[in-house]
């Protein structure tokens, strides 16, 4: 999952951007309203986590444009302000969820995954698809029980596909939200990571669909 930061502070900045690598996404980062705007506008993120309070331009105005210009992301507001009223004006703008500084990085990091969850029609942090779970608050992936290892994109790339589950994703897709936007993206290589994930797993559930891209559904399924 590819996720934007759009914070002035820079420890906070490198904080979150640290926390959430660190937890499997692919994240981009912005210091400003005005670049967050554009990246938001440019780029196809999974969630945002956006401040209030930026420079050039403020979050709320971020935020109501992207939703004007049908942006459909979640977004989570994080800001020093406590007011009800501001609360109010972030939910009001198009805000998915809210937490006010100063805040604990694990409740952050939950409230992305409940975002994800939500916005891919997902009760549970646990998704299913036959023998194959994946846990999303503890990033475990399990086969009949037996838990299975797997490298930082190879997970990416299996929680994309299984918060997509039954859904056909191209390749192009796939590398748009598995790379920050310095990462020097290849599409080639999401071959490589399908081959390495089907020996891993063992059972068919990852498909390709001939000239479309992939998918994952219960091995019973046609493909």
């Known amino acids: 999952m590819r996720l934007l930061v759009v914070e002035d502070d820079p420890d906070l900045n490198r904080q979150l951007v640290s926390a959430l690598t660190d937890a499997g996404y692919a994240v981009d980062t912005a210091k400003d309203g005005e670049e967050g705007h554009y990246l938001g506008e440019t780029e196809p993120y999974d969630a945002v986590i956006l401040d209030l309070g930026l420079p050039i331009l403020d979050g709320v105005s971020v935020l109501e444009k992207w939703r004007r210009a049908d942006k459909k992301m979640p977004v989570l507001i994080l800001t020093a302000r406590d007011r009800w009223s501001d609360k109010v004006q972030g939910f009001d703008a198009g ?87 310095d990462f020097d993206r290849d599409s080639n290589t999401i071959e490589v990571f399908v081959g390495r994930l089907r020996k891993k797993l063992g059972v068919d559930v990852l498909k390709t669909i001939r000239g479309m891209g992939y998918c994952v559904s219960e091995p019973d399924d046609a493909a």
Do not use: N, W
């Open 95 to 181: 805000a998915d969820d809210y937490v006010a500084k100063p805040f604990h990085m694990e409740e952050v990091l939950a409230r992305v995954r409940a975002l994800l969850r939500r916005s891919a029609g997902h009760a549970t942090s646990e998704l299913d698809c036959g023998p194959l779970q994946l846990d999303t608050k503890s990033a475990r992936v399990t086969v009949d029980g037996h838990a299975i290892k797997l490298t930082s994109l190879e997970f990416r790339l299996l929680a994309y596909l299984m918060h997509h589950k039954g859904k056909v994703v191209s390749r192009t897709e796939l590398v748009e939200h598995l790379y920050d936007q």
